[in-house]
């Protein structure tokens, strides 16, 4: 179980991290999840880049390195579980330095400024260190460099020392977050193998029940009208690759090629190969039962 909510965490505890939920939050915190951090190669080349992107923000400032202590890691004077580690501190102008990279795939991210989730873990770092502005130089894949500050907002780090101690008081006490859309993982992660074999559901979850039904129902006549549309065009293709209106390409309809192993011919003639090589893995799958009532 980790000892405190840090700054990176502070995005996810408010429901507005891109990677990460507050009940994932919430288990890793709780020991009960691994954390899966570092797993992606976004995150892994962030750390990667880390320090030559601190190094091009002091060039451009013409500061020198003596100036920084880097990977510094602080905790609230009142609640130390509630911390930061910081990628660099000014020494001696309390100023924070929070270095970042940008993939093709978040610059829209950044049209309007420093993204909200992190705006927060910029005033979360603020709130634990008392510190007065978070400097957040970053490298956009594009080959483009910007330095981004955030201003501290009294009124923000109160509201996330709040938030904070709230979320820890949930942990300690084992209240999980309500769950949302983008736990699938996490609860797969959370609950991987069937343990006993059944639970009575509360009464309301029928409702719940009929919903999912009824959202079935409506997804499967929709993916219907879209595959019959898109049968129509294709008939007026017919051998052609790409369909054109004024000149312009609207549609497309390619061949390709795809590698594969006949796994039932694999097995009847070289069953030994297909032994040593078969990976077998478990999951879980939903499934609805019984009728409407």
């Known amino acids: 179980m980790r000892d405190y909510i840090g700054s990176a965490d502070a995005a996810a505890m408010l429901g507005m991290s ?39 923000f002091l060039r451009r400032k013409r500061w020198t390195e003596h100036t920084v202590k880097r990977q510094c890691h602080l905790q609230h004077r009142e609640h130390e579980f509630l911390g930061a580690t910081l990628d660099g501190l000014i020494m001696g102008t309390c100023q924070i330095i929070e270095a970042k990279t940008a993939t093709i795939y978040r610059v829209d991210d950044w049209a309007d400024g420093v993204p909200d989730y992190y705006a927060v873990q910029a005033h979360w770092q603020m709130m634990v260190t008392g510190f007065a502005k978070v400097y957040i130089p970053v490298y956009f894949d594009s080959r483009r460099f910007e330095i981004y500050e955030v201003e501290r907002d009294e009124e923000i780090c109160k509201e996330l020392l709040e938030a904070g101690v709230e979320f820890w008081a949930q942990v300690q006490a084992g209240e999980p977050p309500a769950v949302t859309s983008r736990d699938t993982s996490t609860l797969a992660r959370w609950f991987p193998r069937v343990e006993v074999p059944s639970v009575e559901l509360r009464s309301n979850l029928r409702s ?66 297909y032994d040593k090589y078969r990976k077998d893995s478990g999951f879980r799958v939903f499934r609805l039962h019984g009728g409407k009532k």
Do not use: C, H
Not at 33 to 48: A, L, R, V, Y
Not at 231 to 237: F, G, H, M, P, S
């Open 208 to 273: 719940t029940i009929e919903r999912i039904r009824e959202l079935g129902d409506i997804i499967k006549s929709y993916e219907d009208e879209k595959e019959y549309l898109v049968n129509t065009i294709k008939r007026d293709l017919g051998e052609a690759e790409i369909g054109l209106m004024d000149g312009e390409m609207l549609v497309s309809w390619k061949e390709q090629s795809r590698e594969g192993i006949d796994r039932a011919l694999l097995k009847e003639q070289e069953p030994g190969i």
């Open 18 to 56: 891109p990677w990460k939920s507050s009940l994932q939050l919430y288990l890793e915190l709780r020991g009960e999840i691994d954390s899966q951090d570092k797993t992606s190669d976004e995150i892994e080349f962030g750390i990667t880049f880390e320090d030559v992107v601190i190094d091009e």
